[in-house]
């Protein structure tokens, strides 16, 4: 099993971003997708950094792809996601609708906010021209296990979740705008005030979601570090890191010890927590419980 | 006359929305296919058919929602959903899945496809890639459009489209929200359930009606004021204070509200819209009765130009706020 890092999800400065790419290429990942995916808002006050950053992960000898929005509206939006195929680098669609700018026979990567739940899905994909997919976080190991079987028939690498605050919806209203009584129109970029997002608690206090803009994520930090030898067994390929502010180059290290199986489950885990004190970790999902909890 | 297509959870309701006035009746069968796989609702093979001749006597029709995921490894039911529903006679099956929408473009090449809201194709690109590839026919847009979006889709493509203008509310893309499994295990996309009933419990603290989903506490009125469901988007959260904000406690994503577009019919038949759709398959059918009739006068108001008629279902949202949700620009 290998190693992908996800795009950064949240709203960061744009010399955070070139710090951040300029560190993933001395990691042991081995490949990186960039781009913005949650708000086409954001993309103006960074994208002059991707070139750079693809040039620097490329040097290094990262694969790199570039990843589209996960909810297409806006006429804008649809003319960018059509560019992105004229870039000379697979795309990961994050959202169907990008597939229609697909120049004919070209292969593609799959994020993990496309909905790909069974072998079917994944067939007609692959006969797409689908190389790669991340599977949703949902999706119990019984479920992988099924659809990492059929990758491998249909010559598609199969990803799982690996590390970070899972995506769990995304919507056409922006929520940290409405915690400061904004419309999304008016937002004035609020969700830049929180590079890991804003966290959302219940009633009683128990940390619960963590609001990201127009994206909602999970608050706890969905972990497949307990998971590995299963999803090994079951013949997954790679793992997705999720970027988040913090000594993300460990995290990255530590994740390729965990997939090498280099470190136990217990000792992965506990240097997991090490490294991020006051991080709660979960793995449900896996586990076909609630996304929160710790089953591993 | 822009057709209504109204929720029947059983034979009843479907019955009852014929009755009232329905020119399309939208059910499921008893299983997680559908995606209101709740206890006690939707259709054994033999009400389907019934169904169907039901409808098509009165002169309406029967679309069947088959709009979950299929589970890997499962694909087989959902299959045999398809197949029975094309048997039964339905009009059209409304299908998520891209894999099972190819099944049956290929299977069942006489069927009517619907794309399902849980598809959540947003854009014309979507759209048009659904259309051309499996030759669906109607998509069901999903509730994060403006009404100007809706206009400007309609212009880029040549299927139908079918809107949600009454009952529950998502307000994130449906099909594509993982929260209710989050806390519960349980998703509309792989079990037909949101913030499912098994997992509520209501108790009385302190002076207070709490409301929990899962164990997780996100209502709380005061005693003898109404605790709403604790539909998980739909709860009462803090978001602690950072150092550019202080803490808040309210609605965070949306307030306990459900949809009301009847004041935007026209505008979303000068839309282009094909079909006007009424949310509630779990609701009784005299509630279905009641909303199927106000809204057949609101259609027909349109057809001829006429202004909505007013206070139409003041009885069904009272003491229940409403909202136009994502066609008015404002909400987002």
């Known amino acids: 099993m290998d190693l992908t890092i996800g795009p950064i999800p949240f709203f960061w400065p744009a010399e955070q971003v070139r710090a951040f790419y300029r560190m993933i290429a001395t990691t042991p990942a081995r490949r990186v997708v960039i781009g913005e995916a949650v708000c086409s808002k954001r993309l103006p006050f960074w994208q002059h950094e991707i070139p750079g950053a693809i040039d620097c992960l490329l040097a290094a000898g990262k694969d790199v792809a570039l990843s589209t929005l996960i909810l297409i509206t806006l006429k804008r939006e649809r003319r960018q996601t059509a560019d992105l195929f004229a870039a000379g680098l697979p795309v990961e669609i994050a959202d169907m609708g990008a597939l229609r700018h697909l120049p004919e026979g070209a292969p593609f990567h799959v994020g993990p906010t496309v909905n790909v739940y069974n072998e079917g899905t994944l067939q007609w994909l692959a006969k797409k021209g689908a190389t790669r997919i991340c599977l949703p976080p949902e999706l119990p190991l019984a479920s992988v296990a099924v659809l990492a079987r059929a990758g491998r028939e249909a010559g598609v690498a199969v990803e799982v979740w690996g590390h970070g605050r899972a995506p769990l919806a995304i919507s056409g209203r922006c929520y940290h705008a409405r915690l400061h009584d904004r419309a999304k129109d008016s937002c004035q970029f609020v969700c830049g005030e929180d590079p890991d997002g804003r966290d959302v608690e219940t009633l009683d206090g128990k940390s619960f979601l963590t609001v990201n803009g127009v994206q909602t994520l999970g608050h706890a930090h969905t972990t497949a570090a307990g998971r590995i030898t299963d999803l090994s067994d079951a013949g997954v390929n790679a793992l997705r890191l999720s970027p988040q502010v913090g000594d993300f180059a460990s995290v990255v290290a530590l994740y390729d010890q965990i997939a090498q199986g280099a470190t136990t489950r217990a000792e992965g885990l506990a240097r997991l927590q090490e490294l991020m004190p006051r991080a709660t970790f979960a793995d449900g999902f896996l586990a076909g419980e609630p996304g929160l909890r710790r089953a591993g | ?332």
């Open chain 2, 1 to 332: 006359m822009m057709e209504l297509v109204c929720p029947a959870g059983t034979p009843a309701a479907l019955r009852a929305a014929v009755d009232a006035g329905a020119h399309a009746v939208y059910c499921g069968f008893a299983d997680e296919t559908n995606a209101r796989n709740f206890p006690g609702l939707n259709f054994s093979r033999p009400e389907m058919a019934e169904g169907v001749a039901y409808a098509r006597a009165h002169g309406a029709k029967v679309l069947v929602a088959i709009n979950t995921f299929p589970r890997a490894g499962d694909q087989a039911i959902w299959h045999r959903a398809v197949a029975d529903a094309h048997a039964a006679g339905a009009h059209a099956v409304i299908l998520a899945d891209i894999g099972l929408i190819a099944h049956a473009a290929e299977t069942h090449p006489g069927l009517r496809l619907h794309l399902s809201v849980q598809a959540a194709a947003a854009n014309p690109d979507a759209i048009n890639l659904y259309a051309g590839a499996f030759g669906i026919r109607r998509v069901v847009l999903p509730r994060v459009l403006t009404v100007e979006e809706i206009t400007a889709i309609n212009r880029e493509i040549d299927i139908e489209t079918e809107v949600f203008v009454f009952g529950g509310l998502c307000v994130m893309a449906e099909g594509r929200c993982s929260l209710s499994s989050w806390a519960t295990g349980l998703s509309p996309n792989m079990n037909g359930v949101c913030s499912p009933a098994s997992h509520v419990a209501y108790a009385e603290v302190a002076g207070n009606n709490e409301a929990r989903l899962g164990g997780y506490l996100i209502h709380r009125t005061p005693k003898g004021a109404p605790v709403p469901y604790p539909t998980l988007c739909k709860g009462c959260f803090t978001a602690p204070a950072t150092h550019t904000s202080p803490a808040q406690t309210g609605h965070i994503f949306e307030d306990p509200v459900s949809l009301d577009a009847t004041e935007l019919i026209p505008k979303l038949q000068k839309a282009g819209v094909t079909a006007l759709k009424i949310e509630g398959r779990q609701r009784s059918r005299a509630y279905v009765a009641q909303v199927v009739r106000a809204f057949r006068a609101a259609v027909e108001a349109a057809d001829m130009g006429a202004p909505m008629p007013a206070g139409l279902l003041a009885k069904l949202t009272e003491g229940q706020s409403a909202t136009t949700g994502a066609y008015a620009k404002t909400w987002r």
